[in-house]
């Protein structure tokens, strides 16, 4: 029997429907290795181990309760969160640390300082190292340990679902912080059954679709879009820890080729991962004309990653009309805007001198002395229910097309405000024209109804009052210098004497710095910047491998970058300040 999830105001309700009447059917599929099956669940099967561990949460916190997630991606991190929707608890996704040096637990220290959670749900093997992580850590010190992975299957009997009211708080996603420290985006069910039909519509998702993701569990764009729009949909969804990825990327369109998938996607830096380290004898058996709908929803999406990508895997059968950039975030559970299905990237070129101040004119490329361009991608409409106006940031009045101002977003997929943090819920969701608008920070224009997002306005360098975008000054530097890493690259805002100016960061790797002059490298990155956006990086710092600040999603956190150096944090090994270099070692 064919379900109707638009009727539904929880998806408790809906995959305990999806049990009863579809038991057999196959819901997710796991590659514990990155490549073979290693767990299968039907929605049966997984009603019954959610219920179980719900059982076991309902014996230990009331409704209401925050529950911390700790596992890697994989099959008791769903069925642990699905447990906590099902027990009426409060899921907050989050991931282990590394290690249990205290620098590693900086972010958990402050989830778990905000969301007080009454329970940390891991697998048994992670138990001990959270236990004795405990002890160090205060903000965690009481809160009972729960591995999820020993609950015995028969509790699942006598327990009966939660029925969650809609404007029920279901769980707390913390924002990357990115330009900030974490706040708690407060989801509710009916947030999430929003947001679900707000992706159903973007991607018109069909009954033969098959979702492929690697993305992590923890973050909003796999948590919501890549494990529930599958659950929601009642279609497979395929799924791979993001360290498999990360360590041979090919995983990926492996698993697409071989699963048949037809959705998948991921941020900016995968694709770009793909078209670069990908070896192409991988492509020989490779099949990925299955793949229909290639989302990309990070910040920012680069026309050239993107052209780069289907270049490459134009010989496994990718066809470029898949690729779908989409804009979307957190504080509106996931996607905002996206195009038609089946129509491509479409990017635009623009005079990127009006951009900086304010104005979205059409490049002249080709002209003499005519300024330099660049493309933005088109990042499409609203989806219904939902709408998106560009406001001046200064006065929130909306800005007509092609005036750069700041994205805001009104619908029912925006989230209920930050948790415990009125200041910054009425500084982020306020009331206009009866409505509650989210504020979103991002900047951006609408043209004929499309959106482009040119940056955030919190990263803005403005330099004598001309506005500089970040990202343009990072892809000049990675574009014009092989030894810099690509993807680690960060410029921002450095005070000098009073007048703000450009710095930027790269870094390099180990093998190239013993081949390199860092000062006359520092010199040329300087002057790039300045031949390609009219003033100099009057700071250049040369870093080792893994010394940019990223958040767990790979966003640069670029206000983190700044206050490190600030700090003389920053493993440098070699700093260049206009007028005068000089060279650590």
């Given at each position: ?500 100016s450009i710095a930027v960061a790269a870094e390099v790797n180990p093998r ?48 983190a970058c700044r206050k490190a150096w600030q ?19």
């Amino acid at each position: 029997m064919t379900l109707d999830p638009s009727q539904y105001t929880n998806i408790v309700e809906l995959l305990s429907d999806r049990a009863a009447r579809q038991p057999e059917r196959t819901a997710l599929t796991f590659l514990g290795d990155g490549e073979n099956v290693t767990r299968t669940f039907t929605y049966g099967s997984l009603h019954q181990h959610v219920r179980a561990v719900g059982a076991r949460l309902a014996e230990r916190a009331a409704p209401g309760d925050r529950a911390l997630l700790l596992f890697p991606n994989g099959p008791d991190y769903v069925v642990s969160f699905l447990a906590c929707l099902y027990s009426g608890l409060i899921a907050v996704p989050a991931y282990p640390p590394p290690s249990n040096a205290l620098q590693h637990w900086s972010r958990l220290v402050s989830i778990a300082k905000d969301a007080a959670p009454r329970l940390v749900l891991t697998e048994s093997a992670l138990l001990p190292a959270i236990t004795a992580a405990q002890g160090m850590v205060p903000e965690l010190a009481g809160v009972q340990g729960l591995a999820t992975d020993e609950v015995d299957l028969s509790l699942a009997d006598a327990f009966q679902p939660a029925r969650p009211r809609p404007e029920a708080v279901a769980l707390l996603q913390y924002t990357s912080g990115s330009t900030a420290a974490p706040k708690g985006v407060m989801v509710s069910h009916a947030n999430i059954m929003a947001g679900e039909r707000a992706i159903e519509a973007a991607f018109s998702m069909q009954a033969d679709d098959v979702v492929v993701s690697w993305l992590p569990l923890f973050h909003d764009m796999g948590l919501i879009g890549t494990l529930l729009q599958p659950l929601y949909f009642g279609i497979p969804g395929v799924l791979l820890a993001p360290q498999h990825f990360m360590e041979r990327p090919e995983r990926w369109l492996q698993a697409i080729a071989r699963h048949r998938g037809t959705v998948s996607g991921a941020p900016d830096f995968a694709y770009r991962l793909c078209a670069l380290r990908v070896d192409p004898r991988v492509l020989e058996g490779l099949d990925l004309s299955t793949w229909r709908l290639a989302f990309c929803g990070a910040e920012p999406i680069r026309h050239e990653t993107l052209s780069a990508f289907s270049d490459k895997f134009a010989a496994a059968g990718f066809d470029p009309g898949a690729l779908y950039p989409c804009y979307g975030l957190a504080e509106s559970t996931l996607i905002v805007t996206g195009g038609r299905r089946g129509e491509g990237a479409r990017a635009t070129r623009f005079d990127q001198r009006a951009l900086g101040e304010g104005r979205a004119v059409a490049s002249e490329a080709g002209r003499p002395g005519a300024a330099p361009d660049q493309a933005l991608i088109n990042c499409g409409r609203p989806q219904p229910e939902h709408d998106v106006v560009v406001a001046s940031v200064d006065t929130g009045e909306r800005l007509d097309d092609g005036q750069v101002g700041e994205i805001r977003v009104a619908g029912p997929s925006v989230a209920q405000g930050y948790w415990s943090n009125p200041d910054a819920t009425a500084q982020t969701f306020v009331a206009s024209r009866g409505r509650t608008w989210l504020r979103t920070g991002d900047l951006g224009f609408s043209r004929d109804g499309d959106l482009f997002v040119t940056g955030r306005h919190k990263d803005l360098i403005i330099v004598r009052g001309h506005n500089l975008y970040p990202q343009d000054i990072e892809r000049s530097v990675e574009d014009g210098f092989d030894v810099v890493r690509k993807g680690r690259t960060i410029a921002f805002a450095w005070d000098e004497g009073g007048e703000e100016s450009i710095a930027v960061a790269a870094e390099v790797n180990p093998r190239v710095q013993k081949l390199i002059e860092p000062e006359a490298v520092c010199r040329s990155i300087s002057e790039r910047v300045a031949a390609a956006h009219g003033e100099p990086a009057r700071l250049v710092l040369l870093l080792n491998p893994g010394a940019v600040p990223i958040t767990s999603s790979g966003k640069l956190m670029r206000v983190a970058c700044r206050k490190a150096w600030q700090k003389k944090k920053l493993d440098t090994f070699a700093v260049f300040e206009l007028p005068a270099p000089r060279v650590k070692g």
